[in-house]
């Protein structure tokens, strides 16, 4: 089974960049889809972007325009480029391993039960 190890949080401005890492362990990565959720302390955690193995990216309305997702299976990495953020941005962000490869239609496939593997948490807070 993958094994996530996630990275890259900080402090930083409003409107200013960060890019968060995750390095997956296992023999599997290349054929795994995979996540990134956050959570803010008394919250749900909530999906953010995904990037099948085929390469498909999905993500939420909120990040559109602003973040992209990325892997290189070389690595076996995955990262979140994430530009123009705000406060709202604020949270602990997890990378996670899917159950799949692809996605079918169904929003069932980014909800955090869809995923069996997670990181530790890199905190992001943004300033205004």
């Known amino acids: 089974q993958v094994q996530p190890v996630d990275a890259g949080g900080g402090l930083v401005q409003a409107g200013g960049s960060l890019r968060l890492s995750c390095v997956a362990s296992?023999?599997?990565?290349?054929?795994?889809?995979m996540g990134w959720f956050r959570q803010v302390p008394g919250e749900e955690r909530e999906f953010v972007a995904a990037?099948?193995?085929?390469?498909?990216?999905y993500f939420a309305d909120f990040v559109k325009g602003r973040f992209t997702i990325s892997r290189d299976n070389a690595q076996n990495s995955v990262y979140l480029q994430m530009n123009n953020l705000t406060p709202g941005d604020t949270a602990v962000y997890y990378c996670?391993?899917?159950?799949?490869?692809?996605?079918?239609?169904?929003?069932?496939?980014?909800?955090?039960?869809?995923?069996?593997?997670w990181g530790q948490g890199t905190q992001v807070t943004v300033s205004s």
């Open positions: 296992g023999p599997t990565f290349s054929t795994t889809a």
């Open positions: 990037i099948t193995a085929g390469g498909r990216t």
């Open positions: 996670a391993a899917s159950k799949y490869k692809e996605f079918g239609t169904d929003a069932y496939y980014l909800y955090p039960y869809s995923f069996v593997s």
